[in-house]
């Protein structure tokens, strides 16, 4: 009795393995499924990415504001006759506080 129920053990286990472990088990639609996940979630990121790009390309072809934006901003252009003011914001080191911006600063050593 004992030789027959090893048997039908041994039997069961060796059916289960090509559903647990085999070439198309459960195991490795997992795995698969978690590469699809993560492909997916990449491809919405790139497509994001290529619709911002997209739309700034419309508006370089469209109109001269855009252009005249980025050259300022990424450039650092100015328009002929132009003043160009700059604001800071936070003060850092070494900067003068603004009470006595106005003051002299000496360079002597």
């Not at 699809?36 to 497509?47: M, P, W």
């Not at 450039?75 to 850092?92: A, N, P, S, Y």
């Amino acid at each position: 009795m004992r030789a027959v129920t090893l048997i039908l053990i041994i039997l069961l286990l060796l059916l289960q393995y090509p559903l647990w472990l085999g070439k198309g088990g459960w195991l490795k639609v997992w795995e698969l499924s978690l590469q699809v996940e993560a492909k997916q979630e990449a491809n919405n990121q790139t497509r994001m990415r290529n619709t911002l790009l997209d739309a700034e390309v419309r508006d370089l072809k469209q109109g001269t504001e855009a252009i005249e934006e980025h050259a300022r901003s990424e450039l650092g252009m100015i328009k002929r006759d132009e003043v160009f003011f700059q604001i800071v914001g936070d003060q850092h080191k070494g900067e003068v506080p603004a009470d006595q911006a106005g003051k002299p600063v000496s360079t002597t050593r």
